[in-house]
């Protein structure tokens, strides 16, 4: 028998079912979730409005007195400062927060562009060569708007830095060359180059993507002085002993498709040979978002755990 609109007639068993359902399910208490913040920084530095997102945990307007720990996420290659947002990986952060295998810290993604987070080589003399201040901002605008604006703990040991592929050159770039400013650092997949200068000039006159990309940020043919000022494995050499401290982690595919975990592998060995503690693997795996995504939870409860030891 049916009902006069065409569904099968219900049980006074199953409405008494349904009813259980619910009760079972209005009484599992609801996680109390993040927000997040967009807007743009107005840079006088690099003359355009940068824009950034800010990923809040739970609780943080709640709790006006508290302040935390921050981390600065550097996105990759083609991404931008919703990369967190759009690729789901703010929902697994989420996620995490809530399995509490991480504890409360603030997200800073800023945009990029294909800047590698560093000054570029160019001096405007050349048409298309104008200098791309892109570090000085970083350091001079965003970091000190960042922590005025948002409750920021003070001290080196609440500020880390990580990122994906440039990204990942980035943050290691970065804490190596200015490790009184951060406290602990990860990437993954950070696009890591062994080649010299030389041979990266040999391939962009072979007409290699690779080197052409390089030689836009690096100069071109490129500049090597300027290379190796922003060369992580020279930084790391040239700051050995305030990198002796610094919680390090880093990882890549070993099937990356731009070849980065050759740099990987290197400055594995090289941090060694130094007695720089590090964490290091290489996984099985490609230069994709499935990759990163996959180690994501690593690499956040990799930095939970260094705030919650500087704390």
Not at 28 to 45: E, F, T, W, Y
Not at 279 to 304: N, Q, R, V, W
Request: net charge positive; aromatic share 10%.
């Amino acid at each position: 028998m049916s009902s006069p609109i065409g569904c099968p007639t219900l049980s006074p068993a199953f409405w008494r079912r349904v009813g259980i359902f619910l009760v079972l399910i209005l009484s599992v208490p609801l996680h109390a979730q993040g927000r997040i913040d967009c807007d743009a920084v107005n840079s006088r530095i690099l003359h355009q409005s940068v824009p950034y997102c800010v990923l809040l945990p739970a609780g943080y307007d709640a709790a006006p007195a508290k302040k935390y720990p921050v981390l600065y996420f550097l996105h990759g290659l083609g991404d931008n400062q919703q990369t967190l947002i759009n690729t789901g990986a703010w929902d697994l952060i989420e996620n995490l927060r809530q399995q509490r295998k991480i504890g409360d810290f603030l997200i800073v993604t800023p945009q990029g562009r294909n800047s590698f987070y560093i000054n570029s080589a160019g001096d405007g003399s050349l048409g298309d060569e104008k200098k791309v201040r892109y570090s000085d901002f970083f350091l001079k605008e965003l970091m000190p708007l960042i922590e005025r604006k948002y409750r920021i703990r003070a001290g080196r040991a609440s500020r880390g830095i990580t990122g994906m592929s440039m990204g990942g050159y980035g943050a290691l770039r970065f804490a190596f060359a200015y490790p009184t400013l951060f406290g602990s650092v990860s990437a993954q997949s950070p696009a890591l180059v062994t080649d010299s200068p030389r041979q990266i000039n040999a391939a962009l006159r072979s007409g290699s993507p690779l080197a052409e990309m390089l030689s836009s940020i690096f100069g071109s043919p490129i500049n090597a002085a300027h290379w190796n000022a922003n060369n992580p494995f020279v930084l790391a050499r040239r700051n050995r002993a305030a990198l002796l401290s610094m919680p390090i982690y880093f990882n890549c595919g070993e099937r990356d498709n731009y070849g980065f975990e050759k740099g990987a592998v290197a400055l594995d060995q090289q941090l060694r040979q130094e007695g720089i503690r590090h964490e290091f693997h290489l996984y099985p795996g490609d230069h994709s978002l499935p990759y990163f995504l996959s180690h994501l939870a690593e690499t956040m409860e990799f930095h939970s755990r260094a705030f919650a030891s500087a704390k």
